[in-house]
């Protein structure tokens, strides 16, 4: 039977690639692919990624061929991407602590969720989080989605983020021990080298954050602890890390890759790589 991955997009921007790469090996290989947003709002590619003559600032260099930047837009050009399923509508949301009855909201809540996760986890074989600076406001510090990494970690099935998106997953913490997904674990991610000072930018907001709002590899380090371990493989033209469940990719470059690395753990078990 074909695989099934849910793909967790932002409203505020992907990048094409990163989009792009892993899709098109899903492809290849006949995989079903459902997307999926926090509102169940039509994601868009950030323009710097559909234009193959925007200069990466910190890299010096275009970091998107014209013939990526070409399927890349004819991607999001397309209809596939219409009507994808909402977050928001799918997975409940955990009550305040200030609730009047919040015994019972929190009841209701745990009821909700197993119901919404184990739903999804008969749908799908595995989860992917595309990057870009889209997931920085929106899929981060998204509750819902915390609790959808936490349901297929849990039921050991693999999940791929790339660059911002890989924060997800060190925000993804058991509600009682508050410790990361991530802990013990190798992981690769936007590395401090690779952000920007300045032009940080999202889809539907007039607004230059500048340098972004957090860096992700002190995250990542801290997030793994003493016996995990942060792989920014700078200077590497790739960096991307599977120890599963996750399979984690650091930037645009690695998006291929990174699908093809989802398809040997789907396929063939691999279950470490790159470390």
């Known amino acids: 039977m074909s695989k099934r991955i849910l793909v967790v997009l932002s409203e505020y921007g992907y990048w094409g690639e990163e989009l792009v790469g892993p899709l098109e ?11 999926i947003t926090p509102n169940g709002k039509r994601a868009h590619a950030l323009p710097p990624s559909l ?17 990526m930047a070409r399927r890349a837009r004819a991607l999001d050009d397309s209809s596939r991407l219409d009507n994808p399923l909402s977050l928001a509508e799918m997975v409940p949301e955990r009550p305040y602590y200030s609730a ?11 009821r909700g969720l197993a119901g919404a996760t184990g739903e999804l986890l008969s749908a799908f074989d595995a989860l992917m989080i595309v990057g870009g600076s889209g997931p920085i406001v929106d899929l981060a510090n998204n509750e819902r989605l915390h609790e959808l990494v936490l349901a297929f970690a849990a039921a050991g099935r693999p999940i791929l983020a790339e660059c911002y998106g890989v924060a997800t997953l060190a925000f993804a913490r058991d509600w009682e021990s508050r410790r990361s997904l991530l802990w013990g674990k190798h992981v690769t991610g936007h590395p401090k080298e690779y952000d920007y000072k ?7 907001v007039d607004f230059n954050m500048g340098p972004p709002p957090y860096p992700l590899e002190y995250i ?5 602890g003493p016996d995990g371990r942060f792989h ?10 599977v120890d599963f469940p996750f399979v984690t990719a ?6 291929t890759l990174a699908g093809e690395l989802l398809i040997e753990v789907l396929e063939n078990g691999l279950t470490r790589y790159g470390w």
């Open 220 to 224: 990542l380090r801290d997030a793994t």
């Open 232 to 241: 920014g493989n700078v200077g590497k033209e790739t960096s991307v890390v």
């Open 250 to 255: 650091r930037s645009t470059p690695d998006s």
């Open 100 to 110: 009047l009855n919040h015994l019972r909201e929190l009841e209701e809540y745990h």
């Open 198 to 204: 300045d032009g940080t930018g999202f889809l539907g």
């Open 51 to 67: 234009d193959s003559e925007y200069l990466d600032p910190p890299l010096g260099r275009s970091v998107t061929s014209r013939d």
């Open 25 to 35: 090996a899903f492809d290849a290989r006949d995989y079903r692919t459902t997307f």
